[in-house]
C-alpha cells in the first residue's frame, strides 16, 4: 500500500486507570488511499474508535498513553510532530464528523458561526468562510441555508444536524474524513441519505474516508474495504464481500450469525383470546398530533410490533397505554378495563399486570439501587412477597432467567454491561408476572451479539411464560426476527399492519415499501443489488 | 473509544474495600476527617470537661501571649481579655458553635428540602406558591428576623437556630426543586411509575437519593456560612451574647483586640476556616464515595481485566 | 422613581471630590462615631448631636465652665437675677446676628422656649422642665423676665440647655439650623459629611478653625487610624486601646458613670446586708487598667466629683469577700433566700468591653455565693429593664446602666435614679425622697449641703446601689492642633477651644 | 418573554405585598420606638406626644391602612428618626450601595471566571489546586477579621490607601477589595465545576477536532454553556449585596443600605426599614429578570 494517505501502523495505546491499566488497542494497523473508504467495524468496547481519536489528537493524555506505533501522514509521524502543528492538520487536512451531531455541535452558537470558523480558525478570511459556507450548506441538501446559518443546533432535526456536520468538515477540503459513527441516531431512510451523500461528496472531492461502524449494513452498503475489530485488535480485514461471506476469524462468524432480520418468520396464534383491544387512540400535544386515532387488538402470547420512524408516534403510544400520558380521547381495553380512564385504584392493578423495558437500561435503572432492591422494588409496592428469604431466593431465579447469576445480586447497575443491565430490566419486569411487556427500543441501545442474545431471551420468555408483547422498534431486522405481527405507523397513523410475513415479504403500501428499501442489508450483495434495481428506476 | 468494561466478570470484590480504608487513601480527606472528629469530641465532651477552666478569670494576668508553657498547656495558646485559657474557650466554644451550626443545617435543609420536593414534584401552582415564598423569605433581610425573634422570643441557640435557618431555607429549596424537576423526567422514575410506584415512593426512594449529594455538598458549604453569619450576628450585637461563648462570638470580642492581642480573634477565626475547609474537602470526598457509580475512583488500583 | 441621577451623581462625586487631605491649615477634620439623624437645635443635649451643634452653630443662653472654675457665665445673656416668685430677669447680650443675618433679640429666646415646649415637635430639651411651667415675658428686646412653677432655684443653669432659634423657626425640625454661634452649616451630605464654616459676623471672638468637617466612622479603631493617616483631626471617641500614644491621645473623665441598678422590691435584694454583700464582693480595683482604662475612678456617687454638693468624704465599699459571705450567711440565716437567681443584665456596646466587665462582675458576685447569671441585651430591651414599670414576675435585676451628668448639678441624676417615683429608681425610702424634695428646692451653700447629706445617705446608710465607676473618655488629638479634651467633650465639641502649634 | 417578564412582575409584585404585610406588623412586634428616640429620663408626656405625632398611637390596622394609603401616592411616610421622607433616606444609601455592589460583582465575574476556567482546564494540577483552597480560605474567614486586618497593613502601614470614607476612588479599594473575596470564593468554585464539565462536552471534541485553538476552546466555546449554572449563583450573590454588605459598610464608613437597615431595625425606624425591604425586594425582582434575559441570550435553547 504505498499510495496509502494516512497510514496507522503497530500503534497501542493504554488507558490508566483507577482500576488499573487496559490495553485499548493493541498493535493495530490500517491505511487508507485517496478516494477509498475504510470501514473499521467493531462493537462497543472493541477500541474501534481509538486509533482514529489518535490520529486527531484527541485521546486525553493522560489517562490515555500511547505505548507505540506510528501515524504517517504525508510523510510525518502524527504522534510526534507538535501540538500546534497537529492543530494545524485537524480540520484542513484531516476532518471528522461525530455520531449524535446535536451533542457534538456547541448548542449555544448558530450552526453558521461552527460552520465559519472551520476556516477562520485556519486563518482564512470570514467573508471567504462565509461563500463557503453558504455554498457546501447548500449542496448537502439543507433548504434556505442564508437563513439556517442564523439557526441553532436544537432548530434543526437529527439528520439535518448530521448534514451540516459534513459541511462543516469538508469547508477546507480535507484529504482524509473520519466519520464516527455518523447514521447511528438516524432513522433508516435518512440513514440511507446520509451515507449516499457522503458517497456523492467523496466522489467529487476524492477524498479518503475512515467510517468507524458497528453496524454491517452501512459497511455493506459504502465500504470498499473493511477492518473487524475486537477488544483492541484487528481480527480480520478485507472487502466487505470476503469478510461477510467467508469470515476467517471466530468473532467475525459470529457477529455475522448475529445480524438480525436472518430468522424465521413467526406466526400468529390465530385461537389466543383478546387481551388488549385500543380503539381511536389520539394524543396532541399544543399543535402537534402526537396519535391521530390508532386502534389494534391484541391477544395472549403475542409479539406485536410497532415500527415507525422518529416522530411517528409509536413511542406516544406505548406511554398513553400505560398512562405515563392521558390520551385525549380513546379507549384501551384490558380484560374490560379501560386503561385510558380507571381510577387509582384499579390502575394500580394494571401496573402488575402490564409492563415495561425501556430503550436505556442506564437510565431506567436506578443507580442508586442495588440490582435486589431493584427488582424487588415491585413487590414492595403491590405488597407482594413479605418472606425476605423467599424474595432473595426468587430474585436469584429471576436472574438465572434473564441469564444472570446469583452473585451478582447485590451489586450496582453501573457494575454491568449494557445487555447485563438489560437483563436486570427485563427481570425487574418479570418480578410481577406481568401478562404484556411493552418494550420501547429495548434492543437498539446493544450490540449486534447482545441484542440477539437479549431477542432470544424474550422470544423464549413469551413462548414458555405465555407473555404479551408489544415491541416499539425502529430496527427492521429485530423486528423480522421477533415479531409475528407489524404496525407500520407514521406521523400517529397505522400506515399498515398484518402478520409480519406479509409486511416484509408483500408490503402494500408504498411507506412499507419505502422503509424496508432503506433498511441496510449485512450482505454487501444484496445492498448491491438493491443499489443496482434504484439505479435503473 | 475503549470503554472500561466493568461486567461482573471484572469485578473482583463484591463491595470492594470498605470506607474506611478508602477514607485512608485520600490523605487530604483523612486528615479532615480526622480534624472534624476532633472537633466533635471537642463538641461533645469539652463543656464537662474544660467548663471550669473556660470561665476562670483572672483580671490581673490577661491577655496572656501564646506559644508559652509557663502557665501550663491551658495557656499555650494565650489567654483572654479576661485571663481565661483560649485553649480551654476554644473548646468548649466548639458546643455551641456545632450546635448552632449543625441545627441551623439541618432545620433549613429539612424544611427546604421537603418544600423543594413538593414543589418540584407537584403540580404548578403549589410549586409557583412555594417559589413565591421562597422569594419573600429571600428579601425578608436576616436581621430583622433576628431583631424580631430575639425580641419577641429573646436570646437562646433555638432561637438563634431558628433565626439562622429561616434565611438559609431558600438555598435548599431552589436547589431542591432545580433538582427534582430534572430527575422527575428520568427513566428510572418513569419505570417506577410504571410499576404503580406512589408519589411517596417515588420521591423517597427515587428522586431524594439523587438529589441528596447536591444537598450534602450545599450542606457543608453552608456550615461555614452559618458560622461567620452567626459571627457577624454576634459583631452586630444581636446574635449569641456573653455569657454564651461560639467561635463566632470570640472572633467578634476580639475584634477591638486585633492591633495589641492578636490571639484573641485570630485562633476562633483559625477554628472556623480550618471547620469549613475539612468539612469541604469531606463533603467532595463523600460525594464521590458514596455514590455507587463513581466509587471505583477511590478503590484500589485493579489488575486489568478487559 | 428615578434610581439613575441619583446613581450617576454619586459616581461623578467620588471621582471629582478633592481628597481630603488636602486643606487649608486651619481647616479641620473630626470623626465622629455615629451619623446624626437630625441636625436640629433643639436635640442639641443629644450628645451626638450637640457635639457639632452646640455653642458652634447654637448658643444658648448661660453656659457651664468645664475648663476652669468660673462655674455658669453669660453666653447669649449678659446677665440674670433672681426676682423672687420664681422669676428670673434675663438681659441679653445687643449686636448677636444670626447666620441668617437676622438680630437676635427677646422674643428669639422666647420663640426658642415656645418651640421647645410646643406638643407639635419632640425636642430633647423639654425634658430637663419635665414638672415646671415655663412663663416667658419680653420686657423689652434685650430683657426676658422667665417664670417658672414652682421656683426653679437652678433656672439660669437650665439655661444652658436650651438653644436660641431665631422667631422664624417653624415648629417642625429643621435640617439647616440657624444659630447665633461662630459657625455655620454649609454642607449637610447624609451619611457623609457636616461642613461647618466659620461665620466673620461673630458677635463674639472669632475661633481660630475656619472651617470643620464632620465625618462618621462606627469602628473606634478606624477613627483612631484616621488621625493618624492624617485623614482626620480629632477622634473625640476612641478605646482605650487605641489610645496608645501620649503624643496625640488624650484621657480624661466622660462624666460617665457605671453602676448596678438594685431593685430593692425582689428578693433577695431588698435586704440590707445582701446588698452590703454585692458592694463588698466586687473587686472595683481590678477593673482598673485591666478591662478598663486606666484613669478610671472608683465611684462614690451617681454624678461626677466636678458636680455640686459632690462628697469627698464617701469612700468607695471596700472589697472583702470574707465580709460579703459573712453579711450573706448573717442574712440567710434570718430566712433570706440568697440562693435567689440574680441576673445581671447588661445591654451590648453600652461602653467599651462592656460584656467583659459583666462576666467579670458575675464571676465575683457568684465567688460569694450569689447565684447570678449575665444577661446581654439589645437596647431596646436593655430600656425594659432599667425603665419603670418593671416587668411583672421578674426576678432579682441587677442593671449595669450608665449614667451621664455634665450639668453641674446633681438634679438631673438623683430624682430619676433615687426617688421613689423615679423612673429608672430601685429605691423607695420616704426619707430619700424627702432629701431630694429639699436639695431640688435649696439654692446656694445650702443645696450643696443637701445634696452631699443625700450622697452620703444613698451610698453608706441604704447602700441603694453599687456604684462602680467614673469613666474615662479617649481621645486623639492630631499633633498640628492644639486643644485639650476635657469631660464635657462627651457633650460639645466647642471648636472656638481649638488652636493651632 | 415579555408574557413571561408579565408573569414574574405579577408574582413579584404579590411578593411584595405579602412582604410588606409581614415586615410591618413584625416589626411592630420589636418594641417601641419613643424609648428609643426620646432620652432615658424623659417624661411619659413626651413619649406619648412622639407616639401622637408619628401616628403610632393608634391601633396597629389603622396604622396599617394609613400606610397603605399613603403607599399608593409612592409616599413611603417619614423617618422616625431623621423627620425627612424614607424613600429620600433609602434612595441616598441606594446610591452607594448600587455601584459598590456593581463594581465588586464585575469584579467577582471577571476574575472567577478567568481563574476558575483556567483551573478546570488544569483539572488536578497545582494552579487548579491553589485556587480552589485561597477560595475556600477565602470564603470561611470572617469578613471584619479581613476588613480591619486590611486597614492596619494597607492604610496605617503600608499608606497605600485611605482608611475609610467615601471621598475618592482611592476610598474604594479597600472595600470593594474586603466585599470580593467571599463571592469570589464562591462563584470561583461553581466555575471550576461548570466548566469542568462543559469541557468534557462533546462539542469540544468537535472544536477540537476542528484544529481550534485553547484559549479560544476555553473562552468562546465553553465558556457560554458553562456559565448558565454560573449565572444563578451569580445572582444569589449579587441579591445578597443589594441587601447591603453591613459588615463592611460599618467598618469603612460606607454610607449603603446595609448600614442603613441595621441602624434603622436597631432604632425602630419602621418606615425607613419597610421602605429598604421594598426597594431591595424591587431590585432583587429587576436583577432576576435580568438574569433571565442573560439566560436566554446565552443559551438560544431557552428562548423559545
Known amino acids: ?537 | ?306 | ?501 | 418573554m415579555i408574557k413571561m417578564i408579565g408573569q414574574r412582575a405579577i408574582a413579584s409584585i404579590l411578593s411584595l405585598l405579602v412582604l410588606m404585610v409581614l415586615v410591618f406588623f413584625l416589626s411592630r412586634l420589636t418594641g417601641d420606638p419613643a424609648v428609643l428616640f426620646l432620652p432615658i429620663d424623659a417624661t411619659e408626656q413626651m413619649k406619648e406626644e412622639f407616639r401622637r405625632l408619628h401616628g403610632l398611637d393608634l391601633p396597629i390596622i389603622q396604622q396599617f391602612w394609613h400606610y397603605i394609603v399613603d403607599l399608593t401616592q409612592l409616599d413611603f411616610g417619614d423617618s422616625l428618626r431623621k423627620a425627612r421622607p424614607a424613600l429620600d433616606v433609602v434612595l441616598e444609601a441606594y446610591a452607594w450601595t448600587l455601584p459598590l455592589a456593581l463594581i465588586t460583582m464585575s469584579l467577582v465575574v471577571v476574575a472567577a471566571i478567568v481563574l476558575g476556567s483556567l483551573a478546570a482546564f488544569n483539572v488536578g494540577g497545582f494552579f487548579d489546586r491553589l485556587v480552589s483552597i485561597i477560595s475556600l480560605i477565602g470564603a470561611s474567614a470572617p469578613d471584619f477579621w479581613i476588613a480591619i486586618v486590611a486597614i492596619v497593613v494597607f492604610s496605617i502601614g503600608l499608606g497605600w490607601v485611605p482608611t475609610s470614607g467615601v471621598g475618592t476612588p482611592w476610598h474604594w479599594i479597600l472595600p470593594i477589595a474586603v466585599l470580593f473575596i467571599r463571592p469570589f470564593g464562591l462563584v470561583v468554585q461553581v466555575v471550576r465545576g461548570s466548566m469542568l464539565s462543559a469541557l468534557s462536552s462533546l462539542y469540544v471534541k468537535t472544536a477540537r477536532a476542528k484544529g481550534v485553538k485553547n484559549t479560544r476552546l476555553i473562552f468562546v466555546h465553553t465558556l457560554r454553556n458553562g456559565m448558565l449554572p454560573v449565572i444563578t449563583v451569580i445572582g444569589d450573590q449579587a441579591a445578597a449585596m443589594l441587601n447591603g454588605a453591613v459588615i463592611v459598610e460599618t467598618i469603612f464608613g460606607f454610607p449603603g443600605i446595609g448600614k442603613l437597615m441595621i441602624d434603622s431595625i436597631l432604632q425602630r425606624d419602621f418606615n425607613v426599614v419597610l421602605a429598604a425591604i421594598m426597594i431591595t425586594a424591587l431590585a432583587i425582582f429587576v436583577m432576576n429578570i435580568l438574569i433571565d434575559i442573560a439566560y436566554s441570550v446565552l443559551d438560544p435553547r431557552i428562548r423559545n
Open chain 1, 1 to 537: 500500500m504505498s499510495d496509502a494517505l494516512l497510514t496507522v501502523k503497530n500503534l497501542t495505546v493504554d488507558f490508566h486507570t483507577a482500576r488499573g491499566t487496559v490495553h485499548a488497542v493493541r498493535n493495530v494497523s490500517w491505511s487508507v488511499s485517496r478516494g477509498e473508504t475504510l470501514a473499521i467495524l467493531g462493537e462497543s468496547g472493541s477500541g474501534k474508535s481509538v486509533s482514529a481519536s489518535a490520529v486527531m489528537n484527541l485521546l486525553d493524555i493522560p489517562p490515555a498513553e500511547i505505548v507505540s506505533g506510528e501515524i504517517l501522514y504525508e510523510g510525518k509521524d502524527l504522534l510526534k510532530v507538535s501540538p500546534e502543528e497537529h492543530r494545524a492538520l485537524n480540520g484542513k487536512k484531516i476532518a471528522m464528523i461525530f455520531q449524535d451531531p446535536l451533542g457534538h455541535l456547541n448548542p449555544v452558537y448558530s450552526v453558521g458561526w461552527q460552520i465559519i470558523e472551520m476556516m477562520t480558525a485556519h486563518g482564512r478570511p470570514k467573508d471567504l468562510a462565509r461563500k463557503r459556507a453558504l455554498e457546501l450548506i447548500a449542496r448537502v441538501g439543507i433548504p434556505e441555508p442564508e437563513k439556517a446559518m442564523k439557526k441553532y443546533p436544537h432548530q434543526f432535526s437529527g439528520g439535518q444536524r448530521q448534514r451540516l456536520m459534513i459541511a462543516m468538515a469538508l469547508m477546507l477540503k480535507p484529504d482524509i474524513l473520519i466519520a464516527d459513527e455518523p447514521t447511528t441516531a438516524l432513522d433508516v431512510t435518512i440513514q440511507a441519505e446520509v451515507l449516499a451523500l457522503l458517497k456523492e461528496l467523496q466522489a467529487e472531492t476524492g477524498m479518503a474516508m475512515v467510517l468507524i461502524t458497528h453496524d454491517l449494513g452501512v459497511v455493506a452498503e459504502i465500504a470498499d474495504r473493511v477492518v473487524v475489530m475486537n477488544k483492541g485488535v484487528i481480527v480480520e480485514t478485507g472487502t466487505p464481500r470476503e469478510v461477510y461471506h467467508a469470515p476467517k476469524h471466530p468473532y467475525t462468524q459470529r457477529l455475522i450469525s448475529a445480524a438480525p432480520g436472518k430468522g424465521e418468520i413467526k406466526l400468529l396464534d390465530e385461537t389466543s383470546p383478546v387481551l388488549l383491544r385500543v380503539e381511536k387512540l389520539q394524543k396532541t400535544y399544543g399543535n402537534f398530533d402526537a396519535l391521530k386515532g390508532v386502534s389494534f387488538n391484541l391477544t395472549r402470547g403475542q409479539s406485536l410490533a410497532v415500527v415507525g420512524e422518529s416522530g411517528s408516534g409509536k413511542s406516544t403510544l406505548a406511554r398513553t397505554l400505560l398512562r405515563l400520558e392521558d390520551a385525549d380521547s380513546g379507549h384501551a381495553y384490558w380484560k374490560d378495563k379501560d386503561l385510558i380512564t380507571i381510577g387509582q385504584r384499579e390502575l394500580l392493578t394494571v401496573r402488575r399486570e402490564i409492563q415495561m423495558v425501556f430503550q436505556d437500561p442506564t437510565q431506567s435503572l436506578n443507580p442508586r439501587m442495588s440490582v435486589y432492591d431493584l427488582i424487588a422494588e415491585g413487590w414492595d409496592i403491590h405488597k407482594l412477597m413479605p418472606n425476605k428469604a423467599e424474595r432473595r431466593k426468587r430474585v436469584i431465579e429471576l436472574l438465572e432467567q434473564v441469564g444472570l447469576a446469583a452473585e451478582h445480586v447485590d451489586r450496582y447497575p453501573h457494575q454491568f454491561s449494557g445487555g447485563q443491565r438489560q437483563r436486570i430490566a427485563i427481570a425487574r419486569a418479570l418480578a410481577l408476572e406481568p401478562e404484556l411487556i411493552i418494550c420501547d427500543e429495548a434492543v437498539s441501545a446493544l450490540d449486534v451479539s447482545i441484542q440477539a442474545q437479549v431477542v432470544a431471551l424474550l422470544d423464549g420468555l413469551r413462548q414458555r411464560l405465555g407473555i404479551s408483547f408489544i415491541f416499539i422498534a425502529h430496527d427492521l431486522g429485530v423486528v423480522r426476527d421477533f415479531a409475528d405481527t407489524v404496525i407500520v405507523m407514521k406521523s400517529g397513523e397505522i400506515v399498515e399492519m398484518g402478520p409480519t410475513e406479509q409486511i416484509f415479504d408483500a408490503p402494500r403500501e408504498p411507506y412499507t415499501q419505502r422503509l424496508l428499501a432503506a433498511n441496510l442489508d449485512p450482505d454487501p450483495d444484496v445492498q448491491a443489488e438493491r443499489r443496482a434495481a434504484l439505479t435503473d428506476a
Open chain 2, 1 to 306: 473509544m475503549a470503554e472500561v468494561i466493568s461486567g461482573p466478570q471484572s469485578t473482583v470484590a463484591d463491595k470492594g474495600p470498605s470506607l474506611l480504608s478508602m477514607l485512608w487513601r485520600d490523605k487530604l480527606a483523612f486528615s479532615s476527617a480526622i480534624i472534624l472528629l476532633v472537633i466533635i469530641v471537642a463538641a461533645l465532651i469539652g463543656p464537662t470537661l474544660l467548663g471550669d477552666i473556660a470561665t476562670q478569670q483572672n483580671l490581673r494576668g490577661r491577655n496572656f501571649p501564646p506559644f508559652s508553657l509557663d502557665r501550663g498547656w491551658a495557656f499555650f495558646l494565650g489567654g483572654d481579655s479576661l485571663g481565661r485559657s483560649m485553649l480551654a474557650r476554644l473548646i468548649v466554644a466548639a458546643h455551641s458553635t456545632i450546635l448552632i451550626a449543625l441545627g441551623t443545617v439541618a432545620v433549613a435543609l429539612t424544611i427546604g428540602a421537603t418544600l423543594g420536593l413538593v414543589a418540584g414534584y407537584a403540580g404548578k401552582h403549589v410549586s409557583q406558591i412555594i417559589m413565591r415564598l421562597a422569594d419573600v423569605i429571600m428579601s425578608f433581610p436576616s436581621l430583622l428576623i433576628a431583631v424580631v425573634v430575639l425580641y419577641v422570643l429573646g436570646p437562646s441557640i433555638p432561637n438563634m437556630i431558628l433565626v439562622l435557618a429561616i434565611t438559609r431555607i431558600p438555598i435548599y429549596l431552589r436547589t431542591t426543586r432545580a433538582e427534582v424537576l430534572e430527575v422527575r423526567e428520568r427513566m428510572f422514575v418513569q419505570a417506577a411509575k410504571v410499576m404503580g410506584a406512589t408519589h411517596t415512593r417515588i420521591i423517597l426512594k427515587h428522586i431524594l437519593p439523587v438529589v441528596t449529594p447536591t444537598l450534602v455538598t450545599i450542606a457543608t458549604l453552608d456550615f461555614a456560612f452559618v458560622m461567620l453569619a452567626e459571627s457577624s450576628l454576634s459583631f452586630l450585637g444581636i446574635g449569641v451574647q456573653p455569657p454564651g461563648i461560639t467561635w463566632g462570638l470570640m472572633v467578634s470580642q476580639g475584634r477591638p483586640y486585633l492591633n495589641t492581642a492578636w490571639w484573641l480573634a485570630f485562633w476562633p477565626g483559625l477554628m472556623i476556616v480550618l471547620t469549613a475547609l475539612s468539612l469541604n474537602l469531606l463533603s467532595s470526598w463523600m460525594r464521590v464515595a458514596l455514590d455507587p457509580a463513581q466509587r471505583w475512583r477511590l478503590e484500589t488500583k485493579r489488575k486489568k481485566n478487559v
Open chain 3, 1 to 501: 422613581m428615578n434610581l439613575k441621577p441619583i446613581f450617576f451623581g454619586a459616581l461623578m462625586a467620588t471621582t471629582s471630590i478633592v481628597p481630603a487631605l488636602a486643606q487649608a491649615n486651619t481647616d479641620i477634620t473630626v470623626v465622629l462615631s455615629e451619623e446624626l439623624d437630625l441636625v436640629e437645635p433643639c436635640m442639641a443635649t443629644r450628645s451626638n448631636i450637640g457635639r457639632v451643634i452646640m455653642q458652634n452653630i447654637s448658643e444658648t443662653l448661660t453656659e457651664l465652665d468645664v475648663r476652669g472654675d468660673k462655674g455658669l457665665t453669660g453666653r447669649l445673656a449678659e446677665s440674670w437675677e433672681d426676682l423672687g416668685d420664681g422669676t428670673w430677669q434675663f438681659k441679653l447680650r445687643q449686636n448677636v446676628k444670626f447666620s441668617d443675618g437676622s438680630d437676635f433679640d427677646a422674643n428669639d429666646v422666647k420663640h426658642s422656649f415656645g418651640r421647645v415646649f410646643s406638643d407639635q415637635i419632640t425636642c430633647e430639651s423639654k425634658r430637663y422642665f419635665a414638672d415646671t411651667q415655663l412663663t416667658l415675658d419680653v420686657v423689652d428686646p434685650h430683657t426676658i423676665n422667665i417664670k417658672a412653677e414652682p421656683a426653679q432655684p437652678i433656672l439660669p443653669l437650665l439655661m444652658s440647655l436650651v438653644t436660641i432659634v431665631p422667631s422664624e423657626t417653624p415648629v417642625e425640625f429643621v435640617r439647616e439650623p440657624i444659630g447665633t454661634g461662630p459657625y455655620a452649616m454649609t454642607d449637610w451630605t447624609a451619611g457623609q459629611q457636616i461642613v461647618l464654616e466659620r461665620r466673620d459676623d461673630y458677635w463674639g471672638e472669632l475661633p481660630a478653625v475656619t472651617k470643620a468637617t464632620y465625618v462618621f466612622r462606627s469602628e473606634p479603631a478606624v477613627r483612631a487610624a484616621m488621625v493618624e493617616t492624617g485623614e482626620a483631626d480629632i477622634a473625640p471617641q476612641i478605646t482605650e486601646l487605641e489610645a496608645t500614644n501620649p503624643e496625640t491621645d488624650f484621657t480624661y473623665p466622660n462624666s460617665e458613670t457605671v453602676y448596678l441598678r438594685i431593685d430593692q422590691t425582689v428578693e433577695p435584694m431588698g435586704d440590707i446586708r445582701v446588698r452590703k454583700a454585692l458592694n463588698a464582693a466586687i473587686d472595683r480595683e481590678a477593673f482598673i487598667g485591666t478591662v478598663l482604662a486606666e484613669g478610671t475612678e472608683l465611684a462614690t456617687a451617681m454624678t461626677p466629683p466636678t458636680t455640686l454638693g459632690w462628697n469627698p468624704d464617701l469612700k468607695p465599699h471596700a472589697f472583702d469577700p470574707e465580709q460579703a459571705k459573712a453579711w450573706l450567711a448573717e442574712a440567710e440565716a434570718d430566712g433570706v433566700n440568697v440562693k435567689a437567681p440574680v441576673e445581671v443584665i447588661a445591654r451590648t456596646e453600652n461602653f467599651p468591653h462592656v460584656a467583659e466587665v459583666g462576666e467579670a462582675l458575675v464571676q465575683m458576685l457568684n465567688d460569694v455565693g450569689f447565684n447570678a447569671s449575665l444577661r446581654m441585651v439589645e437596647v431596646a430591651e436593655h430600656e425594659q429593664y432599667y425603665s419603670k414599670p418593671y416587668p411583672e414576675g421578674r426576678p432579682a435585676q441587677l442593671v449595669v446602666a450608665q449614667h451621664d451628668n455634665s450639668r453641674g448639678d446633681p438634679v438631673f441624676s438623683m430624682y430619676f435614679k433615687y426617688h421613689s417615683q423615679g423612673t429608672q429608681s430601685g429605691v423607695n425610702d420616704p426619707k430619700a425622697d424627702e432629701l431630694i424634695e429639699a436639695a431640688t428646692a435649696a439654692t446656694g451653700e445650702e443645696r450643696a449641703a443637701r445634696w452631699s447629706e443625700l450622697f452620703a445617705y444613698v451610698h453608706d446608710e441604704i447602700v441603694a446601689d453599687a456604684l462602680l465607676f467614673h469613666m474615662v473618655g479617649h481621645s486623639r488629638v492630631g499633633e498640628r492642633l492644639d486643644f485639650k479634651p476635657t469631660i464635657a467633650t462627651n457633650q460639645q465639641l466647642q471648636l472656638s477651644e481649638i488652636g493651632f502649634k
